[in-house]
T-cell receptor
Framework: GDSVTQMEGPVTLSEEAFLTINCTYTATGYPSLFWYVQYPGEGLQLLLKATKADDKGSNKGFEATYRKETTSFHLEKGSVQVSDSAVYFCARPRDGGGSNYKLTFGKGTLLTVNP | DVKVTQSSRYLVKRTGEKVFLECVQDMDHENMFWYRQDPGLGLRLIYFSYDVKMKEKGDIPEGYSVSREKKERFSLILESASTNQTSMYLC?????????????FGPGTRLTVT
């Protein structure tokens, strides 16, 4: 299968706290992996990506490492800000020939950061 | 920057009305997508188009149709709106070929059917 499972929210943190949002995937190979972010009232935007095993994607202080041994791509940030409050989605391309233009998304994790 | 625009941010329609949601992208992308987003269910793919006049059903196509007459424009049509189609609708586009298949999203249309 080509599923993506991410931790359920909501997650509530204080400013400057450490953030981890777990994401695991099923795959027959080594698909590219993505984290998208959706700020309130907006569409999704790509936060970071990794295209092969052991790659680390990073952006805006967020990081995620592609770990094939544990089939995981956990999102981390060392010190969150109020402006990081958003919904975060883990995603991967679907399996199977021409269908790999489509993405499979996790259900999303709502993060709220309090001042 | 890739820009994907959607015709309305908020829309209120009555049950049984025919509803058109429009999406336009300005980066000459071949692929375009329509999703709906509901709490607890994440994003679900309604329809996908990989070229002008070409379309493919997604995971939940029932009650919807699409039109792609020009490369930059992808329309979602609710033939007879029902209250269970109240949702956030997101359009996305991506280039064909290469990888890793990043999709670019519009701001969404929040549709309420009363």
């Amino acid at each position: 299968g080509d599923s993506v499972t991410q931790m359920e929210g909501p997650v509530t943190l204080s400013e400057e706290a450490f953030l981890t949002i777990n994401c695991t995937y099923t795959a027959t190979g080594y698909p590219s992996l993505f984290w998208y972010v959706q700020y309130p009232g907006e569409g999704l935007q790509l936060l970071l990506k990794a295209t092969k095993a052991d790659d680390k994607g990073s952006n805006k202080g967020f990081e995620a490492t592609y770990r094939k041994e544990t089939t995981s791509f956990h999102l981390e940030k060392g010190s969150v800000q109020v402006s990081d409050s958003a919904v975060y989605f883990c995603a991967r391309p679907r399996d199977g020939g021409g269908s790999n233009y489509k993405l499979t998304f996790g259900k999303g994790t709502l993060l709220t950061v309090n001042p | 920057d890739v820009k994907v625009t959607q015709s309305s941010r908020y829309l209120v329609k009555r049950t049984g009305e025919k509803v058109f949601l429009e999406c336009v992208q300005d980066m000459d992308h071949e692929n375009m997508f329509w999703y709906r987003q509901d709490p607890g269910l994440g994003l679900r793919l309604i329809y996908f188009s990989y070229d002008v006049k070409m379309k493919e059903k997604g995971d939940i196509p029932e009650g919807y149709s699409v039109s792609r007459e020009k490369k930059e424009r992808f329309s979602l049509i609710l033939e007879s709106a029902s209250t269970n189609q109240t949702s956030m609708y997101l359009c996305a586009s991506s280039p064909r070929g290469g990888g890793p298949y990043e999709q670019y999203f519009g701001p969404g249309t929040r549709l309420t059917v009363t």
